[in-house]
Structure formats: C-alpha cells, structure tokens
C-alpha cells in the first residue's frame, strides 16, 4: 500500500488519497474506471497511482484490448 505525505511535483503536504470515477483517453477513445483509489495534490493536480490502481486501468483500457484477448 502506497502511503504519500507530500506531493512529488510540488512539495504540498496536501496531497490525499481518493477515491472516485477516473477518466482516460487513448486514440480519441475515452475510457473510464470507476471508483479507482489514487493519491491526489489539490495544490498542483498531480495524480499517484499505486500498483493496484495502474491494474486497473490497465484492465480498462483500449490499448490493452488486443493483449488480453491474446
């Protein structure tokens, strides 16, 4: 588990984790993952993701269509 106490980006110690529908785009496709947890910086906007978060958008997204249905 991925614990953060200070933004990467700009050194706020404001940065908390969420939770809530995350929104992506590949190619002009948009793709959504709802209820993803990730570190957020209302300071900067910079965004965190954990390993089991990056799995999940992973498992959403259209990039990945082709390796899955390998």
Not at 59 to 67: D, E, M, T
Request: with cysteine; charged share 30%.
């Amino acid at each position: 588990m991925l614990s953060i106490s200070k933004c990467p980006t700009c050194g706020s110690n404001k940065i908390k984790k969420v939770r809530r529908k995350w929104t992506g785009k590949f190619h002009g496709q948009s793709y959504s993952v709802p209820r993803l947890e990730f570190h957020e910086c209302p300071a900067c906007g910079e965004k965190v993701y954990d390993r089991e978060a990056m799995r999940k958008i992973e498992a959403h997204s259209p990039a990945l269509v082709k390796a899955r249905a390998s």
